[in-house]
């Protein structure tokens, strides 16, 4: 799947929650346009018409604009007729009948790549709950966007291994160890499978003889919890960032363990990092 299209499923996916969330009728949202100041509307759930499709907000006007520039949440409870923005766009807005938005921008590392919109099409104030809503969605895309930077960043790793110093693999095996914890919160499978795919080749770069998980039979929540082991995570603390129980994260490192012929959690993590499992 192409980088666009996969961002455009996590920004389409955090527009139905936010939808289910707070009941707005109308939720849509972009990203910044590469090379380019502006936001491009690219993804729209439960509109009427396609009068904001493909619309490009330039940063600085409108609402979108305004939470570009200044990169934090706005809300307006009558587009119209609101003094707070500038309207360059209110024939798009006016055809699809909305009249109080809140706009929240998605940022990473800084830099706002793109913003969310939540609307109704009557004139009345959105509460905290709503803006609240609004803004874990958007916490949603920042993540996504992150693991798929870090995603791009391994593959490039593993594609061109060098010989690295002991704290530069320890560097390496961090960011390893947080990405495979957040791979399982990303909604697109095709991302989700390419990140996992990064990880794999990049542990395997670090050993002379690189094998897989699957070679040795390991299960992917077995990795994930030796990658949790190798980090110094108790089982409680492992159980946490997977989002397992204790017990669960026990009964994987168990198996791991006898799947590596291994009789503690530092012989696991050696013979996994021996055979290519771990960095």
């Known amino acids: 799947m192409a980088a666009d299209a996969a961002e455009a499923v ?38 009427t018409t396609l009068a904001l499709s493909s619309l490009a907000v330039v940063s600085g006007s409108g609402l979108g604009g305004k939470v570009v520039a200044l990169s934090r949440p706005c809300a307006v409870t ?28 998605v940022v990473v590392r800084r830099r706002v790549r793109g913003v969310l919109y939540g609307a109704l099409r009557a004139a009345q104030p959105l509460g905290d709950r709503t803006l609240t809503a609004a803004v874990e969605a958007a916490r949603d895309v920042e993540q996504a ?16 291994p060098e010989t690295a110093s002991g704290a530069a693999w320890e560097q390496v095996r961090e960011a390893h160890g947080a990405l495979r914890a957040l791979a399982p919160r990303l909604a697109d499978p095709a991302l989700r499978a390419e990140l996992l795919k ?32 190798a980090a110094g995570a108790t089982n409680a603390v492992a159980a946490e960032r997977l989002g397992l129980r204790p017990e669960t994260v026990k009964g994987y490192l168990r198996s791991a363990m006898r799947k590596l012929g291994a009789h503690t959690r530092l012989e696991a993590v050696v013979a996994a990092r021996r055979v290519g499992v771990l960095p």
């Open 10 to 47: 996590e920004v389409r996916g955090a527009l139905l929650r936010l939808r289910r969330a707070t009941g707005l009728p109308v939720a849509f949202g972009g990203l910044v346009e590469p090379g380019r100041p502006q936001i491009r509307i690219s993804e729209l759930c439960g509109h």
């Open 78 to 105: 009558d587009y119209s007729t609101s003094r707070q923005i500038s309207h360059e766009y209110d024939v798009a807005v006016a055809a699809e009948g909305l009249r109080s938005v809140v706009a929240v921008p």
């Open 145 to 160: 966007l992150v693991v798929r930077d870090e995603a791009h960043s391994l593959m490039a790793a593993a594609r061109e």
């Open 198 to 229: 990064a990880c794999g080749q990049l542990a395997g770069a670090a050993s002379a003889e690189p094998a897989t998980a699957h070679a040795v039979g390991l299960a992917p929540r077995e990795v994930d919890v030796l990658v949790c082991v």
